[in-house]
């Protein structure tokens, strides 16, 4: 087995309460009990460890932060530290055998990384080592079965099968879900709807079918009706020869589009208007333009021939501005000198009448050449239009039709030679076109007469549409049973999933429950009713939770403890069974953090928990903080002084942090109070318990006077009367004190049991003033001063065992002891 | 302190041979078996691990709903 881990020092800086640097050394003396007033600054240690230590660099109790609400992080560094430039951090040293590991945690800014020690320790706590008071009662009253099985299950590392309990909830909650899930049928509704027109708005076979046979076959074939929605059925094996013999022949559509593509050859159509024939088409269209292009030929060389000197065009041009009315009158042609009037025109209106004339010629031969122009351009576009519908035409004519496919391929053939070749004439192809339109009229009138659009490839379409819709809703119906026997068996096997994971988390718990109740027992006494940690029933679906149950009574078993117990017994319920999971699975860092936890706890309680601690927690390192003064007594005089460091907070510097004391009170302490004028009873209450209990060590005074169950539970009064009898019987007397009325002299002197006061008891002590405290303080000393050492004047004595008497302690005097003689005071 | 003798068995040990048990029942449903050991039975599962096996178990009543009836399946 390796090596525990235990802490070896703990440091804080700018952290929490503690703005200068501040370490506690566990080295020496491995446990720490501090004792602080609220709000001292004693649980910032118990921060820092946490803070150290948890995964996310912050405290439980801090919550997150928010918008505006400083928590969080932010509230981890002492409010001074960046005015003080002090960077908040928080350092720990960990040793296992030899191996001493340290590492260091910045407890601002973002990056507040987990350092590698705290994470090697962290896998060694099975549950957290952190105990607070304040959470305690919560654990029993405040939470849930299901908060306080998540809790249990987090500290026995159940929390993977709390997991899978709640992922195999989830998962059947999906399943379930999915089940009734009706999107797939609700489609095929959808559809079917659609299909039928409305007349079937959700699936029903019987409807579905008569429909299919009313409106899809019963066109086609009265005769023709399916029994069943099948492709097995009689009908649908019919409906698929004929569909196959219908795509062998041209059907309705095929013989439309023939006509469409012939009749955009060639078509003959009454006018509406005029009644007259009106003849359509690409090839009377291209006849039409043939003779628009011959109208335009001969009209074009007709102009050109009047304008013969085309050549001339520049002349006349030129001439015309020349001879112009109002322009300077020419004696002369300015080309030849011939003078005007030797001319033809013989003048110069003549000559401009003649260029007039000439110009004229020209425009109009402009014009017809224009207009051939154009119509060779459309002639063209006519030609190619009448070529892609040949094409299209001659490509949909089967042998049905051969003739005239015959026809159209030898007039395509001489189209094509157009326009190297004269166009062919198209009255014979036309009357051929002609012929067959009114034979295809024919036809689709007969079958459109017969059938409408109805056709046996439609139909079979339709039915194929439907048997679809029916296969799909099969396949939903079927997804769905499968799914059911799937949930069902999901269901099995949950149980038998949840059974093991049950049996397993109750063996567990049940090696918690057997320490967990002596704990409970050790703390709340032999009659304490045993408390229970059960699971739910075995057929309860929710197996996450965990109940805290005491049987109370004969007619009040199995009860929640918080409608029965004090609240002590409920804190102590969940201490114990802290203590006890800690003690069970945190063997690899036995160490513990207490904060605050006797709250509620009355003296014998108090003195329970300690007597726990040094009986069943001897070998654990344990840090307590706590604000009971009582308790902290207690831990001081029943605990080992080897391994306990003892402390107190007895201030708070805002310069820098809490102020620590040894855990001895001091007379200048006491005088310290007063100087600040108050009041010392509590000190001086403590001063005189520390005094009497090492007086009773030294001297070897027996107390062993307790119950043996409560085994370093003292009372001071067991302590001041077993001295007073010790010192009665070494024939030891002690002077009386003169004065006031001494109560606690008196019972040492008597071995009176005495029951003094305490912190929030402030009598007898506390009802006076400072210098009634004064004139006690210096009755006490004067009592302490007789048991000064005769001969060396020193206070720490020793008694053998074979020596009735104690002697000094100085190795240079062992003198017996004897009374020095009383002072005056 | 106690001691450490009885070593505890982790989570991830104890649902391996959950699983593994699972699988090892004659009447058990194998398919859905392996889908739980594979998705849920997990000490760490992947964070959509419920999304997962419930998609792998309708996936697999719609594998098996499309086989030819009569034909046998596992369970």
């Known amino acids: 087995m390796a090596d525990p881990y235990f802490l070896q020092s703990l440091s804080l800086s700018g952290f929490r309460a503690y703005l200068r640097p501040k370490t506690f050394n ?21 921060d820092a460890l946490e803070f150290i230590l948890s995964k996310d660099g912050t405290l439980e109790r801090l919550g997150q932060r928010a918008i505006n609400n400083q928590a969080g992080p932010v509230a981890l560094a002492h409010n001074l530290a960046q005015e003080e430039k002090i960077t908040p951090h928080v350092s720990i040293s960990v040793i296992s055998g030899k191996e001493v590991m340290t590492g260091d945690r910045a407890a601002d800014g973002a990056r507040r990384l987990i350092p590698s020690v705290a994470s090697t320790i962290n896998t060694c706590f099975v549950v957290p080592c952190i105990i607070r008071g304040y959470a305690l ?40 879900t999915a089940l009734e899930d009706v999107t797939a049928l609700r489609r095929v509704d959808s559809i079917i709807a659609q ?11 019987a409807a579905v079918l008569a429909h299919a046979n009313t409106h899809v076959l019963a066109p086609l074939d009265p005769t023709l009706a399916l029994k069943a929605l099948t492709v097995c059925d009689p009908a649908y094996v019919e409906l698929e020869t004929r569909t196959e ?56 060389i007709e102009e050109r021939n009047k304008a013969a ?44 009448d003649h260029v007039t004339k000439h110009l004229g010629e020209l425009a109009d031969y402009a014009r017809a050449k224009k207009q051939l122009d154009d119509a060779r351009m459309a002639a063209t576009r006519a030609h190619m239009h009448l ?54 009229d024919n036809a689709i009138s007969r079958i459109e007469a017969k059938q409408g659009d109805h056709t046996f490839l439609k139909a079979k379409a339709k039915i194929d549409r439907l048997l679809a819709l029916e296969m799909e809703r099969s396949q939903a119906f079927r997804v769905r049973g499968e799914l059911e026997a799937l949930s069902e068996t999901l269901a ?196 005189e ?44 007397e002690p002077s009386l004190v003169s004065g006031v009325n001494n109560r606690f002299l008196t019972s040492l002197v008597t071995g009176a049991i005495e029951n003094f006061g305490s912190h929030f008891q402030d009598a007898p002590y506390g009802g006076g003033s400072v210098g009634d405290e004064k004139a006690r303080w210096e009755e006490f000393k004067t009592f302490r001063n007789q048991f000064a050492c005769k001969r060396c004047g020193r206070t720490r004595f020793q008694r053998p065992l074979m020596l009735k008497k104690p002697v000094c302690s100085n190795g240079g005097c062992e003198a017996q002891f004897q009374f020095s003689a009383l002072e005056v005071i | 302190m106690e001691s450490d003798s009885d070593e505890r068995e982790t989570p991830d040990t104890f649902l391996n041979a959950l699983g593994e048990s699972l699988t090892g029942y004659d009447c058990i449903d194998m398919d859905l078996a392996v889908i739980l050991t594979t998705h849920i039975l997990k000490a760490a599962p992947a964070a959509n691990a419920v999304a997962e096996a419930r998609d792998a178990i309708l996936r697999l009543a719609t594998e098996r709903a499309e086989l030819p009836r009569g034909e046998s399946v596992d369970g």
């Open chain 1, 137 to 176: 009662r919560n654990f029993v009253e405040t939470h849930t079965p299901e908060q306080r099985y998540a809790d249990i299950a987090g500290w026995l590392q159940l929390a993977p099968l709390a997991d899978v309990q709640k992922n195999l909830r989830s998962l059947r909650s999906q399943i379930k």
């Open chain 1, 309 to 352: 000197g085309t050549m001339f065009q520049a002349l006349w041009k030129a001439a015309e501005s020349i001879y112009a009315e109002g322009s300077v009158e020419q004696d002369a042609c300015p080309l030849c000198a011939t003078p005007i009037a030797d001319t033809v025109a013989g003048s110069a209106e003549g000559i401009h």
């Open chain 1, 195 to 205: 299909e039928t027109a409305q007349e079937v708005t959700s699936w029903d076979s």
């Open chain 1, 245 to 300: 013999a219908e795509e062998s022949e041209i059907g309705l559509a095929g013989l439309r589009q023939i006509r469409r593509a012939a009749a955009s050859l060639w078509s003959e159509t009454l006018d509406a208007h005029s009644a007259e024939k009106v003849v359509r088409g690409a090839i009377p269209d291209f006849d039409s333009i043939q003779c628009a292009v011959a109208v335009a030929e001969r009209r074009e």
């Open chain 1, 492 to 687: 099995t096997m949950t149980v038998t999933i949840s059974s093991k994971i049950r049996g397993k988390v109750q063996l567990l718990l049940d090696t918690l429950q057997i320490p967990m109740n002596d704990i409970y027992r050790k703390i709340q006494g032999k009659g304490a009713k045993p408390i229970r940690l059960e699971l739910p029933g075995e057929d309860d679906t929710n197996q996450q939770r965990i109940n805290l149950v005491v049987d109370f009574a004969v007619n009040r078993g199995g009860v929640q403890p918080g409608g029965y117990l004090s609240d002590s017994q409920i804190h102590s319920v969940a201490l114990a069974l802290r203590l006890a999971a800690i003690r069970r699975f945190n063997t690899r860092a036995p160490v513990i953090a207490l904060d605050d936890i006797v709250t509620s706890y009355d003296a014998d309680h108090r003195r329970n928990i300690v007597a726990l601690l040094a009986t069943e927690f001897g070998n654990y390192q344990i840090i307590i903080t706590t604000h009971d003064e009582r308790f902290f007594n207690y831990l001081k005089d029943q605990l080992e002084a080897k391994a306990w460091h003892f402390t107190r907070i007895v201030g708070q510097d805002p310069a820098s942090g809490p102020r620590f004391a040894d855990h001895r009170i001091t007379d200048e302490m006491i005088e310290a109070r007063w100087l600040d004028g108050l009041s010392a009873a509590n000190e001086m209450r403590q001063a």
């Open chain 1, 26 to 46: 566990f080295r020496d003396k491995r446990c720490l009990a501090i004792f602080g007033p609220n709000g001292s600054g004693k649980s910032s240690i118990i």
């Open chain 1, 387 to 440: 070529e892609a519908s040949l094409l299209n035409l001659i490509g949909l004519l089967g042998d049905a039709h051969a003739e005239l496919k015959s026809k159209l391929v030898a007039y395509q053939t001489r189209i094509a030679d157009w326009p190297n070749t004269p166009a062919p004439t198209s009255v014979e192809i036309a009357a051929s076109i002609s012929k067959v339109l009114s034979n295809l």
């Open chain 1, 689 to 732: 318990e520390e005094w009497l209990l090492n007086i009773c060590r030294d001297f070897g005074v027996s107390v062993r006077i307790r119950p043996l169950e409560r085994a370093y539970s003292y009372e001071r009064s067991e302590l001041a009367s077993a001295l007073a009898g010790f010192l009665k019987d070494a024939k030891l």
